[in-house]
């Protein structure tokens, strides 16, 4: 029987610490021996967990720590040392068709702690399982395989972070699947979860900037208006040559009634994702990339500042130049990487002038990476990015080196 | 071995780059920027300074700390970018004065039109009847120096008669002023009003009657010195503290004046030999004198505005049926020149200039100059072409 955990929990055939997407691996889990290279669907599960005999409890985690000198427009604040992240995560069997697992974060040095994801997956058949808590929305691949180890970059891409807005999860319950023969996988993933609330288009970041709603110290207890967010994601898997993922996510965002009296009309955020990742086989490369768009419905009295539209991404192209014993380490790998990224937080023309509305960056981010093991990661990365505000003024230039590490353990 | 060798090569051209200037970027020159504080501050001033430039410029107001419901722009920063001009998007109406008798649309919304709302509200509509004048937001330096000019020194520049028949008087607007505005020494007042210089009427006395009411007007934010809500038209709890708007105002004083650059090219030399041989300069005053004050680094300075913050008759063209104070409908307080050529740069690029922005260029502005700034405004339509560019050139030097 080909249950859909364990070949999700199996290892990538393509494993050997390229790294940035299938670098981790169970220990103590056994794997499956058909098809089962892992999609971003299953990185949740897939990550190294350590189980004690025969205990059905996994656990295991990550943390990321880094060096950071930035400068902006000559100006810089000197020298900064961070440890934006420590997630901790437990897996447990309950019956060969019921799992559970949990991820807890543990973000800027503990001064906030959140729960990403802790669901119950329930198995019934290998295209319809049954998965309710915390779950992670399946917008984008980074979303769900979002582990700073994997990366070969300090930064998460900001377009995913700051327009999706990785990691964002939710209270919801939904079905998911996967059905694979030995060249094709195919899975889907759709859920109903709490959604966005008006801080999206009202925030101290003056934009329309999705990642204020999670703020809200309630939205793992009641939805801020009483209707679900859609998120769905279909993907599709060819052996030897890649994934590809398209995925949608949407609902009204705003309170449009409270105690039965109407407050405003129904108001909608709509996001589309796709996301790719390949490697090309002779050379070994591994390229990763992201876009998305976001419409939201912004009363049009508010004004221009809060952006009706966005779109950006990423693309990350990875570069291994040296693989094997390195420095002792038997199974080490060296990296060249380089991620180029952009973002339009609005999109549109002035209506009093009829030029474009500023408001966007791009960065180019080369990178080495080296892996003495597929779990851990020592990066060095060198930020350049552009940046315009509103009004297309001209553009402040942002140059940062990072020296990162990031380690499952 | 061969990819060890590459990846070593990667990371020292990395940081070969990385050790290189201009892959850290380099600042720019002092006198691109507006931004930065006058010479000569205290360590304790330069504090104040930073504490008014946070809430100037990146305190954004959202619902939930205070914003309208009906505003024009959710901060300072949005329409003084960089405390430079504005741009036509942050753009704000005027309604309901047509004479010194005073506005009388104050029950439906004046003076000022906020047309922006925050979800669920909407914002005002200009009323039928009421006269109303759009304002591109000014350059925003140098102003402690514009505040410490004596009434004194605006009288004896002011010429309303004419006496010396140049065909450009020059007079001050006499205006009522809020309780809370505390008079300057030596203030000059006459029947109970007194000179206001502030604004593109020159309608507000100081910096800190000019802040009370942007957060007040522009921002729908309430301050224990404007407290009544611009929505509800009621007095309502102060959404911003006393502090904060004095550390603002401080910040507005200290604000350094723009630098002019190229002083020593022989194009801007000439092009200001012809700006006041053809009496531009006697309205865009060059050079204007402060009094005492507490703050040092201010107090009893010469600094070089290029305006005599005088009201001007500009003639119908720029005549919009709007006024403050016992302006004129078609008076203007003479736009102060310093930091002209950095416009573009808070723009979008563009120039959009005169109270309303509505000239794109340098020369379209002198173009729309009328009343007593027509024959100045002729002597610039009869310069050759050459000469006109030196006119710009300098005039871009400022």
Same mark, same amino acid.
């Given at each position: 029987?080909?249950?859909?955990?364990?070949?999700?929990?199996?290892?990538?055939?393509?494993?050997?610490?390229? =790294?940035?997407?299938?670098?981790?691996?169970?220990? !103590?889990?056994?794997?499956?021996?058909?098809?089962?290279?892992?999609?971003?669907?299953?990185?949740?599960?897939? !990550?190294?967990?350590?189980?004690?005999?025969?205990?059905?409890?996994?656990?295991?985690?990550?943390?990321?720590?880094?060096?950071?000198?930035?400068?902006?427009?000559?100006?810089?604040?000197?020298?900064?040392?961070?440890?934006?992240?420590?997630?901790?995560?437990? =897996?447990?069997?309950?019956?060969?068709?019921?799992?559970?697992?949990?991820?807890?974060?543990?973000?800027?040095?503990?001064?906030?702690?959140?729960?990403?994801?802790?669901?119950?997956?329930?198995?019934?058949?290998?295209?319809?399982?049954?998965?309710?808590?915390?779950?992670?929305?399946?917008?984008?691949?980074?979303?769900?395989?979002?582990?700073?180890?994997?990366?070969?970059?300090?930064?998460?891409?900001?377009?995913?972070?700051?327009?999706?807005?990785?990691?964002?999860?939710?209270?919801?319950?939904?079905?998911?699947?996967?059905?694979?023969?030995?060249?094709?996988?195919?899975?889907?993933?759709?859920?109903?979860?709490?959604?966005?609330?008006?801080?999206?288009?009202?925030?101290?970041?003056?934009?329309? @900037?999705?990642?204020?709603?999670?703020?809200?110290?309630?939205? *793992?207890?009641?939805?801020?208006?009483?209707?679900?967010?859609?998120?769905?994601?279909?993907?599709?898997?060819?052996?030897?040559?890649?994934?590809?993922?398209?995925?949608?996510?949407?609902?009204?965002?705003?309170?449009?009634?409270?105690?039965?009296?109407?407050?405003?009309?129904?108001?909608?955020?709509?996001?589309?994702?796709?996301?790719?990742?390949?490697?090309?086989?002779?050379?070994?490369?591994?390229?990763?990339?992201?876009?998305?768009?976001?419409?939201?419905?912004?009363?049009?009295?508010?004004?221009?500042?809060?952006?009706?539209?966005? @779109?950006?991404?990423?693309?990350?192209?990875?570069?291994?130049?040296?693989?094997?014993?390195?420095?002792? *380490?038997?199974?080490?790998?060296?990296? =060249?990487?380089?991620?180029?990224?952009?973002?339009?937080?609005?999109?549109?023309?002035?209506?009093?002038?009829?030029?474009?509305?500023?408001?966007?960056?791009?960065?180019?981010?080369?990178?080495?990476?080296?892996?003495?093991?597929?779990?851990?990661?020592?990066?060095?990365?060198?930020?350049?990015?552009?940046?315009?505000?509103?009004?297309?003024?001209?553009?402040?230039?942002?140059?940062?080196?990072?020296?990162?590490?990031?380690?499952? *353990? | 071995?061969?990819?060890?060798?590459?990846?070593?090569?990667?990371?020292?051209?990395?940081?070969?780059?990385? /050790?290189?200037?201009?892959?850290?970027?380099?600042?720019?020159? &002092?006198?691109?920027?507006?931004?930065?504080?006058?010479?000569?501050?205290?360590?304790?001033?330069?504090?104040?300074?930073?504490?008014?430039?946070?809430?100037?410029?990146?305190?954004?107001?959202?619902?939930?700390?205070?914003?309208?419901?009906?505003?024009?722009?959710?901060?300072?920063?949005?329409?003084?970018?960089?405390?430079?001009?504005?741009?036509?998007?942050?753009?704000?109406?005027?309604?309901?004065?047509?004479?010194?008798?005073?506005?009388?649309?104050?029950?439906?919304?004046?003076?000022?039109?906020?047309?922006?709302?925050? +979800?669920?509200?909407?914002?005002?509509?200009?009323?039928?009847?009421?006269?109303?004048?759009?304002?591109?937001?000014?350059?925003?330096?140098?102003?402690?120096?514009?505040?410490?000019?004596?009434?004194?020194?605006?009288?004896?520049?002011?010429?309303?008669?004419?006496?010396?028949?140049?065909?450009? /008087?020059?007079?001050?607007?006499?205006?009522?002023? $809020?309780?809370?505005?505390?008079?300057?020494?030596?203030?000059?007042?006459? &029947?109970?009003?007194?000179?206001?210089?502030?604004?593109?009427?020159?309608?507000?006395?100081?910096?800190?009657?000019?802040?009370?009411?942007?957060?007040?007007?522009?921002?729908?934010?309430?301050?224990?010195?404007? $407290?009544?809500?611009?929505?509800?038209?009621?007095?309502?709890? $102060?959404?911003?503290?006393?502090?904060?708007?004095?550390?603002?105002?401080?910040?507005?004083?200290?604000?350094?004046?723009?630098?002019?650059?190229?002083?020593?090219?022989?194009?801007?030399?000439?092009?200001?030999?012809?700006?006041?041989?053809?009496?531009?300069?006697?309205?865009?005053?060059?050079?204007?004198?402060?009094?005492?004050?507490?703050?040092?680094?201010?107090?009893?300075?010469?600094?070089? +505005?290029?305006?005599?913050?005088?009201?001007?008759?500009?003639?119908?063209?720029?005549?919009?049926?709007?006024?403050?104070?016992?302006?004129?409908?078609?008076?203007?307080?003479?736009?102060?020149?310093?930091?002209?050529?950095?416009?573009?740069?808070?723009?979008?690029?563009?120039?959009?200039?005169?109270?309303?922005?509505?000239?794109?260029?340098?020369?379209?502005?002198?173009?729309?100059?009328?009343?007593?700034?027509?024959?100045?405004?002729?002597?610039? &339509?009869?310069?050759?072409?050459?000469?006109?560019?030196?006119?710009?050139?300098?005039?871009?030097?400022?």
């Amino acid at each position: 029987m080909k249950y859909i955990l364990v070949a999700c929990c199996c290892l990538g055939l393509m494993h050997v610490s390229i =790294a940035q997407v299938d670098s981790s691996l169970f220990r !103590r889990i056994p794997r499956d021996t058909s098809f089962g290279k892992s999609m971003n669907m299953d990185a949740v599960y897939n !990550r190294p967990f350590l189980s004690v005999g025969k205990v059905p409890v996994a656990t295991g985690g990550y943390v990321e720590s880094d060096y950071t000198y930035s400068t902006m427009d000559g100006i810089s604040e000197g020298h900064t040392f961070r440890i934006p992240r420590l997630t901790l995560f437990i =897996a447990s069997s309950l019956h060969r068709k019921i799992k559970f697992l949990t991820e807890v974060e543990f973000e800027d040095g503990g001064k906030e702690v959140s729960i990403e994801f802790a669901s119950l997956d329930f198995m019934f058949h290998p295209l319809v399982n049954f998965r309710g808590g915390i779950v992670m929305n399946p917008i984008g691949a980074f979303n769900q395989n979002h582990d700073g180890p994997k990366w070969e970059f300090v930064e998460r891409p900001v377009a995913m972070t700051q327009m999706l807005p990785a990691t964002w999860s939710n209270v919801g319950f939904g079905l998911f699947g996967k059905k694979y023969s030995s060249s094709w996988a195919f899975g889907y993933e759709l859920y109903l979860t709490n959604g966005f609330d008006e801080s999206i288009i009202t925030n101290t970041r003056n934009r329309t @900037y999705l990642p204020a709603a999670k703020n809200s110290p309630e939205r *793992f207890m009641e939805s801020s208006n009483g209707q679900p967010l859609v998120t769905g994601k279909v993907a599709l898997q060819k052996k030897s040559i890649g994934e590809v993922g398209i995925s949608y996510m949407g609902g009204v965002y705003n309170k449009f009634q409270d105690d039965g009296l109407v407050l405003d009309e129904k108001r909608r955020v709509d996001v589309v994702a796709v996301d790719f990742n390949t490697t090309i086989p002779v050379w070994k490369t591994r390229i990763i990339g992201e876009w998305a768009w976001v419409h939201v419905n912004v009363p049009l009295s508010y004004g221009p500042q809060y952006g009706h539209r966005q @779109y950006g991404g990423f693309i990350d192209v990875v570069q291994p130049v040296k693989s094997g014993t390195i420095f002792g *380490f038997s199974r080490s790998v060296l990296n =060249a990487a380089c991620r180029i990224e952009y973002g339009d937080w609005n999109v549109g023309k002035f209506e009093e002038t009829g030029t474009t509305i500023g408001d966007c960056f791009y960065a180019v981010v080369p990178a080495v990476s080296f892996r003495p093991t597929p779990q851990t990661v020592i990066r060095v990365n060198y930020r350049r990015e552009w940046s315009r505000d509103i009004i297309n003024n001209p553009s402040s230039r942002t140059a940062i080196i990072q020296l990162g590490i990031s380690s499952y *353990f | 071995m061969r990819g060890l060798i590459i990846g070593v090569c990667v990371l020292f051209s990395i940081i070969f780059i990385v /050790s290189c200037d201009s892959v850290m970027p380099a600042s720019l020159e &002092e006198d691109q920027l507006l931004d930065g504080p006058v010479s000569g501050l205290t360590g304790a001033e330069h504090r104040q300074f930073l504490l008014g430039d946070a809430a100037f410029n990146t305190e954004i107001f959202t619902g939930q700390s205070g914003l309208g419901p009906v505003f024009v722009a959710t901060s300072c920063g949005s329409c003084h970018a960089g405390d430079g001009k504005g741009h036509p998007f942050t753009t704000l109406t005027r309604f309901g004065q047509s004479d010194a008798s005073g506005n009388k649309f104050l029950a439906q919304g004046g003076p000022q039109l906020q047309h922006r709302a925050l +979800p669920g509200y909407s914002g005002e509509r200009l009323p039928d009847g009421a006269s109303s004048s759009r304002f591109v937001a000014p350059i925003n330096t140098g102003l402690g120096f514009m505040e410490l000019v004596s009434d004194v020194d605006l009288l004896a520049m002011a010429d309303p008669e004419d006496i010396d028949g140049d065909g450009i /008087s020059g007079i001050v607007n006499w205006n009522t002023i $809020p309780s809370y505005v505390k008079v300057a020494d030596g203030a000059v007042s006459h &029947e109970g009003k007194y000179i206001t210089r502030f604004g593109k009427k020159a309608s507000v006395y100081n910096l800190l009657q000019q802040t009370a009411n942007a957060y007040n007007q522009d921002i729908g934010i309430t301050s224990s010195f404007e $407290p009544v809500d611009v929505y509800s038209h009621l007095e309502v709890d $102060p959404e911003i503290s006393t502090q904060t708007i004095n550390n603002v105002v401080f910040y507005l004083q200290t604000l350094k004046a723009p630098i002019q650059r190229s002083t020593e090219r022989e194009e801007v030399i000439k092009g200001k030999d012809l700006f006041v041989g053809i009496s531009c300069e006697k309205c865009h005053k060059q050079t204007l004198r402060t009094g005492n004050s507490h703050i040092a680094a201010l107090a009893n300075k010469e600094f070089h +505005p290029y305006s005599d913050l005088l009201l001007h008759d500009m003639g119908s063209q720029l005549d919009d049926g709007y006024t403050e104070g016992t302006a004129k409908t078609y008076e203007w307080r003479t736009a102060p020149l310093w930091g002209l050529g950095l416009s573009p740069n808070s723009q979008g690029g563009s120039y959009y200039l005169l109270h309303d922005g509505r000239a794109h260029s340098i020369e379209e502005a002198i173009l729309w100059h009328g009343g007593e700034a027509a024959s100045s405004r002729q002597s610039y &339509e009869q310069l050759s072409d050459a000469d006109k560019e030196l006119l710009i050139t300098f005039l871009k030097s400022l």
